[in-house]
């Protein structure tokens, strides 16, 4: 099994439709998209199977022939958020052992002197000659469980690790999707908003299979007004956007283009007062996943119909489990949380990483008796919904008592002058940790007092509040815990 026969198929069925697009402009059909993805397999012929190839570059069209010729070449996909800074690159460069980076010519210049593998400036015309060498022929015999991406996580509880993607992974992720989420086809589209190395490079693969267009945006990044003035022009339009991506789509104050029909969202928290503007002002196109790089895009999820006239309680929970998954939440000492009991959350199933590349000790914490252990604390309810209370490491235990973050966050956005909240513990003599919010707003603590008194339990008020202009993010747009904790000591 090979990811590339997914474009394989693509290209016998949809042979001279539009592939990939670059903004409005069609750059490849589905013949010419195979043809360089097998040309560039060639030119990587003197590299070994499994050999890594890291890709750094803010999201273009070549992404997606690079990740299809590098699957061709039998060699794993290594891609880098283009945020980064050049040494957090450097750090996965050489982590990763890749042979050979390709890089957009801005990031190419800053990591060219950082690292001691060959940098290759995507579009330069040392690729374009790759993209004329020979075919490579077709792989026809890779192991399912041959690695295809090496998912360098985003490392908001720590330094980024390599968790290890097979072609069955991605594939059970690719076939998850689409009984899940969305069915698109050959007059469908997948505008990449979020970055190509992550999230939304992920959805290619399902996209690619039924033959639906691939649009990277021309400014290479996320800008609301291109992406939505793109949703204009393109037919049936689905995206994975970052909960942060969604609310400056509903800033920009315009209605939903008819052709965007559905947006997944997910990768960090989207609190219901957000999710509720966000559906009034676009319909209900949400679909909602829950899943980290290792168990990719898939571990529960909300679909469109899910949304429609939902409780507040399904609207605030991450959904229930994806098909072809097993989700469990459980106790310190690995059994079962009962009904509305708070626990670890852990999964098994084919999508699940077969561990961190070179990182024993942390593919043994994170991996037991085959199920992965998220590091997401939540509970089921009777009806099988999960919601996610906080990353193990983010709760705060006050006087003996867990409290969740994102509980107190929920509240305190539902007061209107609240922009942000950013909810952590801070070390205390006499509870052992209090809870401290950081406050983007206009508003004082007394206010916010009043407004949580009347709606959580004393107990899990902050005891402090410090207003600031903007919380700490990485370059996901999630929220740095850890800094605004080091900020209290
Ligand atoms: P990453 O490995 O960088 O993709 O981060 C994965 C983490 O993001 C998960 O373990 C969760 O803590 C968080 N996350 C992902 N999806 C959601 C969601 N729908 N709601 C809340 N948090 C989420």
């Known amino acids: 099994m090979n990811l590339f026969s997914l474009l394989d198929q693509s290209a016998a069925r949809h042979g001279d439709r539009g592939a990939v697009y670059h903004g409005e402009q069609q750059v490849h059909t589905?013949?010419?998209?195979?043809?360089?993805?097998?040309?560039?397999?060639?030119?990587?012929?003197?590299?070994?199977?499994?050999?890594?190839?890291?890709?750094?570059?803010?999201?273009?069209?070549?992404?997606?022939?690079?990740?299809f010729g590098i699957w061709a070449a039998e060699c794993v996909f290594v891609p880098i958020n283009y945020k980064l800074h050049p040494r957090e690159m450097e750090q996965?460069?050489?982590?990763?052992g890749a042979a050979l980076v390709f890089a957009s010519p801005k990031i190419g210049r800053d990591l060219a002197p950082l690292v001691s593998a060959p940098v290759e400036l995507i579009g330069s015309s040392d690729y374009e000659n790759r993209c004329a060498a020979d075919l490579s022929p077709v792989p026809r015999n890779t192991d399912p469980a041959?690695?295809?991406?090496?998912?360098?996580?985003?490392?908001?509880?720590?330094?980024?690790?390599?968790?290890?993607?097979?072609?069955?992974?991605?594939?059970?992720?690719?076939?998850?999707?689409?009984?899940?989420?969305?069915?698109?086809?050959?007059n469908s589209s997948l505008v990449h908003g979020a970055p190509m190395s992550h999230g939304s490079g992920l959805y290619v693969p399902p996209y690619v299979l039924r033959g639906a267009r691939q649009v990277?945006?021309?400014?290479?990044?996320?800008?609301?007004?291109?992406?939505?003035?793109?949703?204009?022009?393109?037919?049936?339009?689905?995206?994975?956007?970052?909960?942060t991506m969604v609310a400056r789509l509903v800033q920009t104050g315009r209605s939903r283009p008819a052709n965007l029909t559905t947006i997944v969202y997910g990768g960090g928290p989207m609190y219901v007062d957000s999710l509720k503007k966000a559906m009034a002002a676009f319909g209900p196109i949400f679909?909602?996943?829950?899943?980290?790089?290792?168990?990719?895009?898939?571990i529960t999820g909300l679909r469109r119909a899910d949304h429609v006239d939902a409780p507040d309680a399904v609207l605030g929970s991450v959904g229930y489990a994806r098909s072809g998954v097993d989700v469990a939440v459980v106790r310190p000492d690995g059994r079962p949380a009962g009904i509305d009991e708070i626990g670890e959350i852990v999964c098994r199933g084919d999508v699940v990483m077969s561990g961190y590349w070179q990182n024993p000790s942390a593919t043994e914490s994170t991996l037991q008796d085959g199920w992965l252990h998220t590091g997401d604390m939540g509970s089921f309810d009777a009806a099988g919904y999960l919601t996610l209370r906080d990353r193990s490491k983010d709760v705060v235990i006050s006087g003996g008592s867990n409290i969740y973050p994102r509980e107190v966050e929920e509240?305190?956005?539902?007061?209107?002058?609240?922009?942000?909240?950013?909810?952590v513990g801070a070390p205390d003599e006499e509870w052992g940790e209090v809870v401290v919010a950081f406050i983007v707003?206009?508003?004082?603590?007394?206010?916010?007092?009043?407004?949580?008194?009347?709606?959580?339990?004393?107990?899990?008020?902050?005891?402090?509040?410090?207003?600031?202009?903007?919380?700490?993010?990485?370059?996901?747009?999630?929220?740095?815990?850890?800094?605004?904790?080091?900020?209290?000591?």
């Not at 560039?40 to 570059?57: I, K, T």
């Not at 295809?148 to 996580?153: E, H, K, S, V």
């Not at 990277?216 to 037919?235: I, K, N, Q, T, Y």
Request: charged share 25%.
């Open 216 to 243: 990277v945006p021309a400014s290479g990044a996320f800008d609301p007004d291109e992406f939505l003035d793109l949703c204009e022009r393109h037919p049936g339009c689905s995206a994975f956007l970052a909960p």
């Open 411 to 423: 509240v305190l956005l539902e007061h209107p002058a609240v922009v942000e909240a950013g909810v």
């Open 441 to 489: 707003g206009r508003v004082s603590a007394d206010d916010l007092d009043a407004h949580l008194l009347q709606r959580i339990a004393r107990f899990k008020r902050p005891k402090r509040y410090e207003f600031v202009d903007e919380l700490p993010k990485n370059s996901y747009g999630k929220v740095l815990k850890r800094e605004l904790r080091s900020r209290l000591i």
């Open 92 to 96: 996965i460069v050489a982590d990763s």
């Open 30 to 67: 589905w013949l010419s998209l195979r043809d360089r993805a097998l040309r560039l397999a060639g030119s990587l012929n003197g590299l070994p199977p499994g050999a890594r190839v890291a890709v750094a570059s803010e999201n273009c069209p070549q992404i997606v022939e690079l990740m």
């Open 287 to 298: 679909v909602q996943l829950y899943g980290q790089g290792e168990a990719p895009m898939t």
């Open 146 to 186: 041959a690695l295809a991406w090496l998912f360098y996580t985003s490392g908001t509880t720590g330094r980024s690790k390599g968790a290890m993607l097979s072609h069955r992974n991605l594939m059970a992720m690719t076939l998850s999707h689409l009984a899940d989420f969305d069915s698109p086809d050959e």
